[in-house]
């Protein structure tokens, strides 16, 4: 379970242990993935973008839930906005903190607020078994007319070894996930699919890539920069019927 400024928490659930895992035993399994990803340029850049767009102030109250490593908090950080920074993994909270972040599971950093302006989570919710309980939790602490931003895997066909290596619960339809910010009291202003490309390159990996879940650097690197961007314009076509993540933002009354 991971606290918030004031106390309020958000919990990680463990189907392996059956149990809330608070901070300390929570143990993030893909890493060596986490790292890989943090060299997709153009794919880290996009989802950027999605948040940038709603930073209407730079007084702007930001949360990055489920920071990991910093990749997205520190991409932001270098447009001159500095978001809060959750995350369960204690490894990766440390770096988060040497890295100058307000990592708000510790209860020595006061806030002088209790509500976010701005939340985004990409590709977290799938990691915690009560999806639903997270994104009221998450609902929670936005004020009146603030912005979540989710981004998460999508469509269950696509479910790999990568997902099983990390730790993931589910992948997501577009439906699913809009039904599910709704009943957190949200209302669902964007929802699409994203990546149609990465659908049929995911299901090329499920048949014929690596057992035990592992990316491979240079297939990363040559997707990311030749074949991302193209897949990012034929989104806007298939944006309603498929693709390999799915982008939704709501709002709270």
Excluded: W
Excluded at 185 to 202: M, W
Excluded at 223 to 251: C, E, H, I, W
């Amino acid at each position: 379970m991971a606290s918030s400024p004031n106390g309020e928490s958000f919990t990680f659930h463990s189907e392996r242990r059956g149990s809330i895992l608070t901070p300390s035993e929570f143990v993030y399994t893909g890493r060596d993935n986490l790292e890989a990803m943090s060299g997709a340029v153009n794919y880290n850049r996009f989802l950027i973008d999605c948040v940038d767009k709603h930073v209407t102030s730079p007084n702007l109250r930001i949360l990055d839930f489920g920071a990991g490593s910093g990749t997205y908090a520190d991409m932001l950080s270098a447009r001159q906005i500095i978001p809060d920074c959750l995350e369960p993994d204690t490894e990766l909270r440390k770096l988060l903190h040497a890295k100058g972040y307000c990592v708000v599971e510790d209860a020595t950093r006061k806030s002088g607020a209790d509500t976010y302006s701005l939340i985004y989570t990409f590709n977290v919710l799938e990691h915690i078994k009560n999806d639903q309980e997270a994104l009221e939790q998450i609902a929670s602490r936005l004020c009146s007319g603030g912005t979540l931003v989710v981004y998460v895997p999508a469509l269950e066909i696509l479910f790999t070894s990568m997902d099983t290596k990390v730790g993931h619960y589910r992948r997501y339809r577009r439906t699913q996930l809009n039904r599910i910010l709704r009943n957190a009291g949200l209302e669902v202003v964007e929802s699409r699919y994203c990546d149609p490309i990465g659908f049929f390159a995911t299901l090329v990996y499920k048949i014929a890539g690596s057992d035990d879940g592992t990316i491979n650097p240079r297939a990363l690197h040559f997707y990311d920069r030749l074949v991302f961007p193209l897949s990012k314009a034929l989104q806007r076509m298939t944006g309603k019927l498929f693709g390999k993540n799915v982008l939704v933002v709501a709002t709270k009354p």
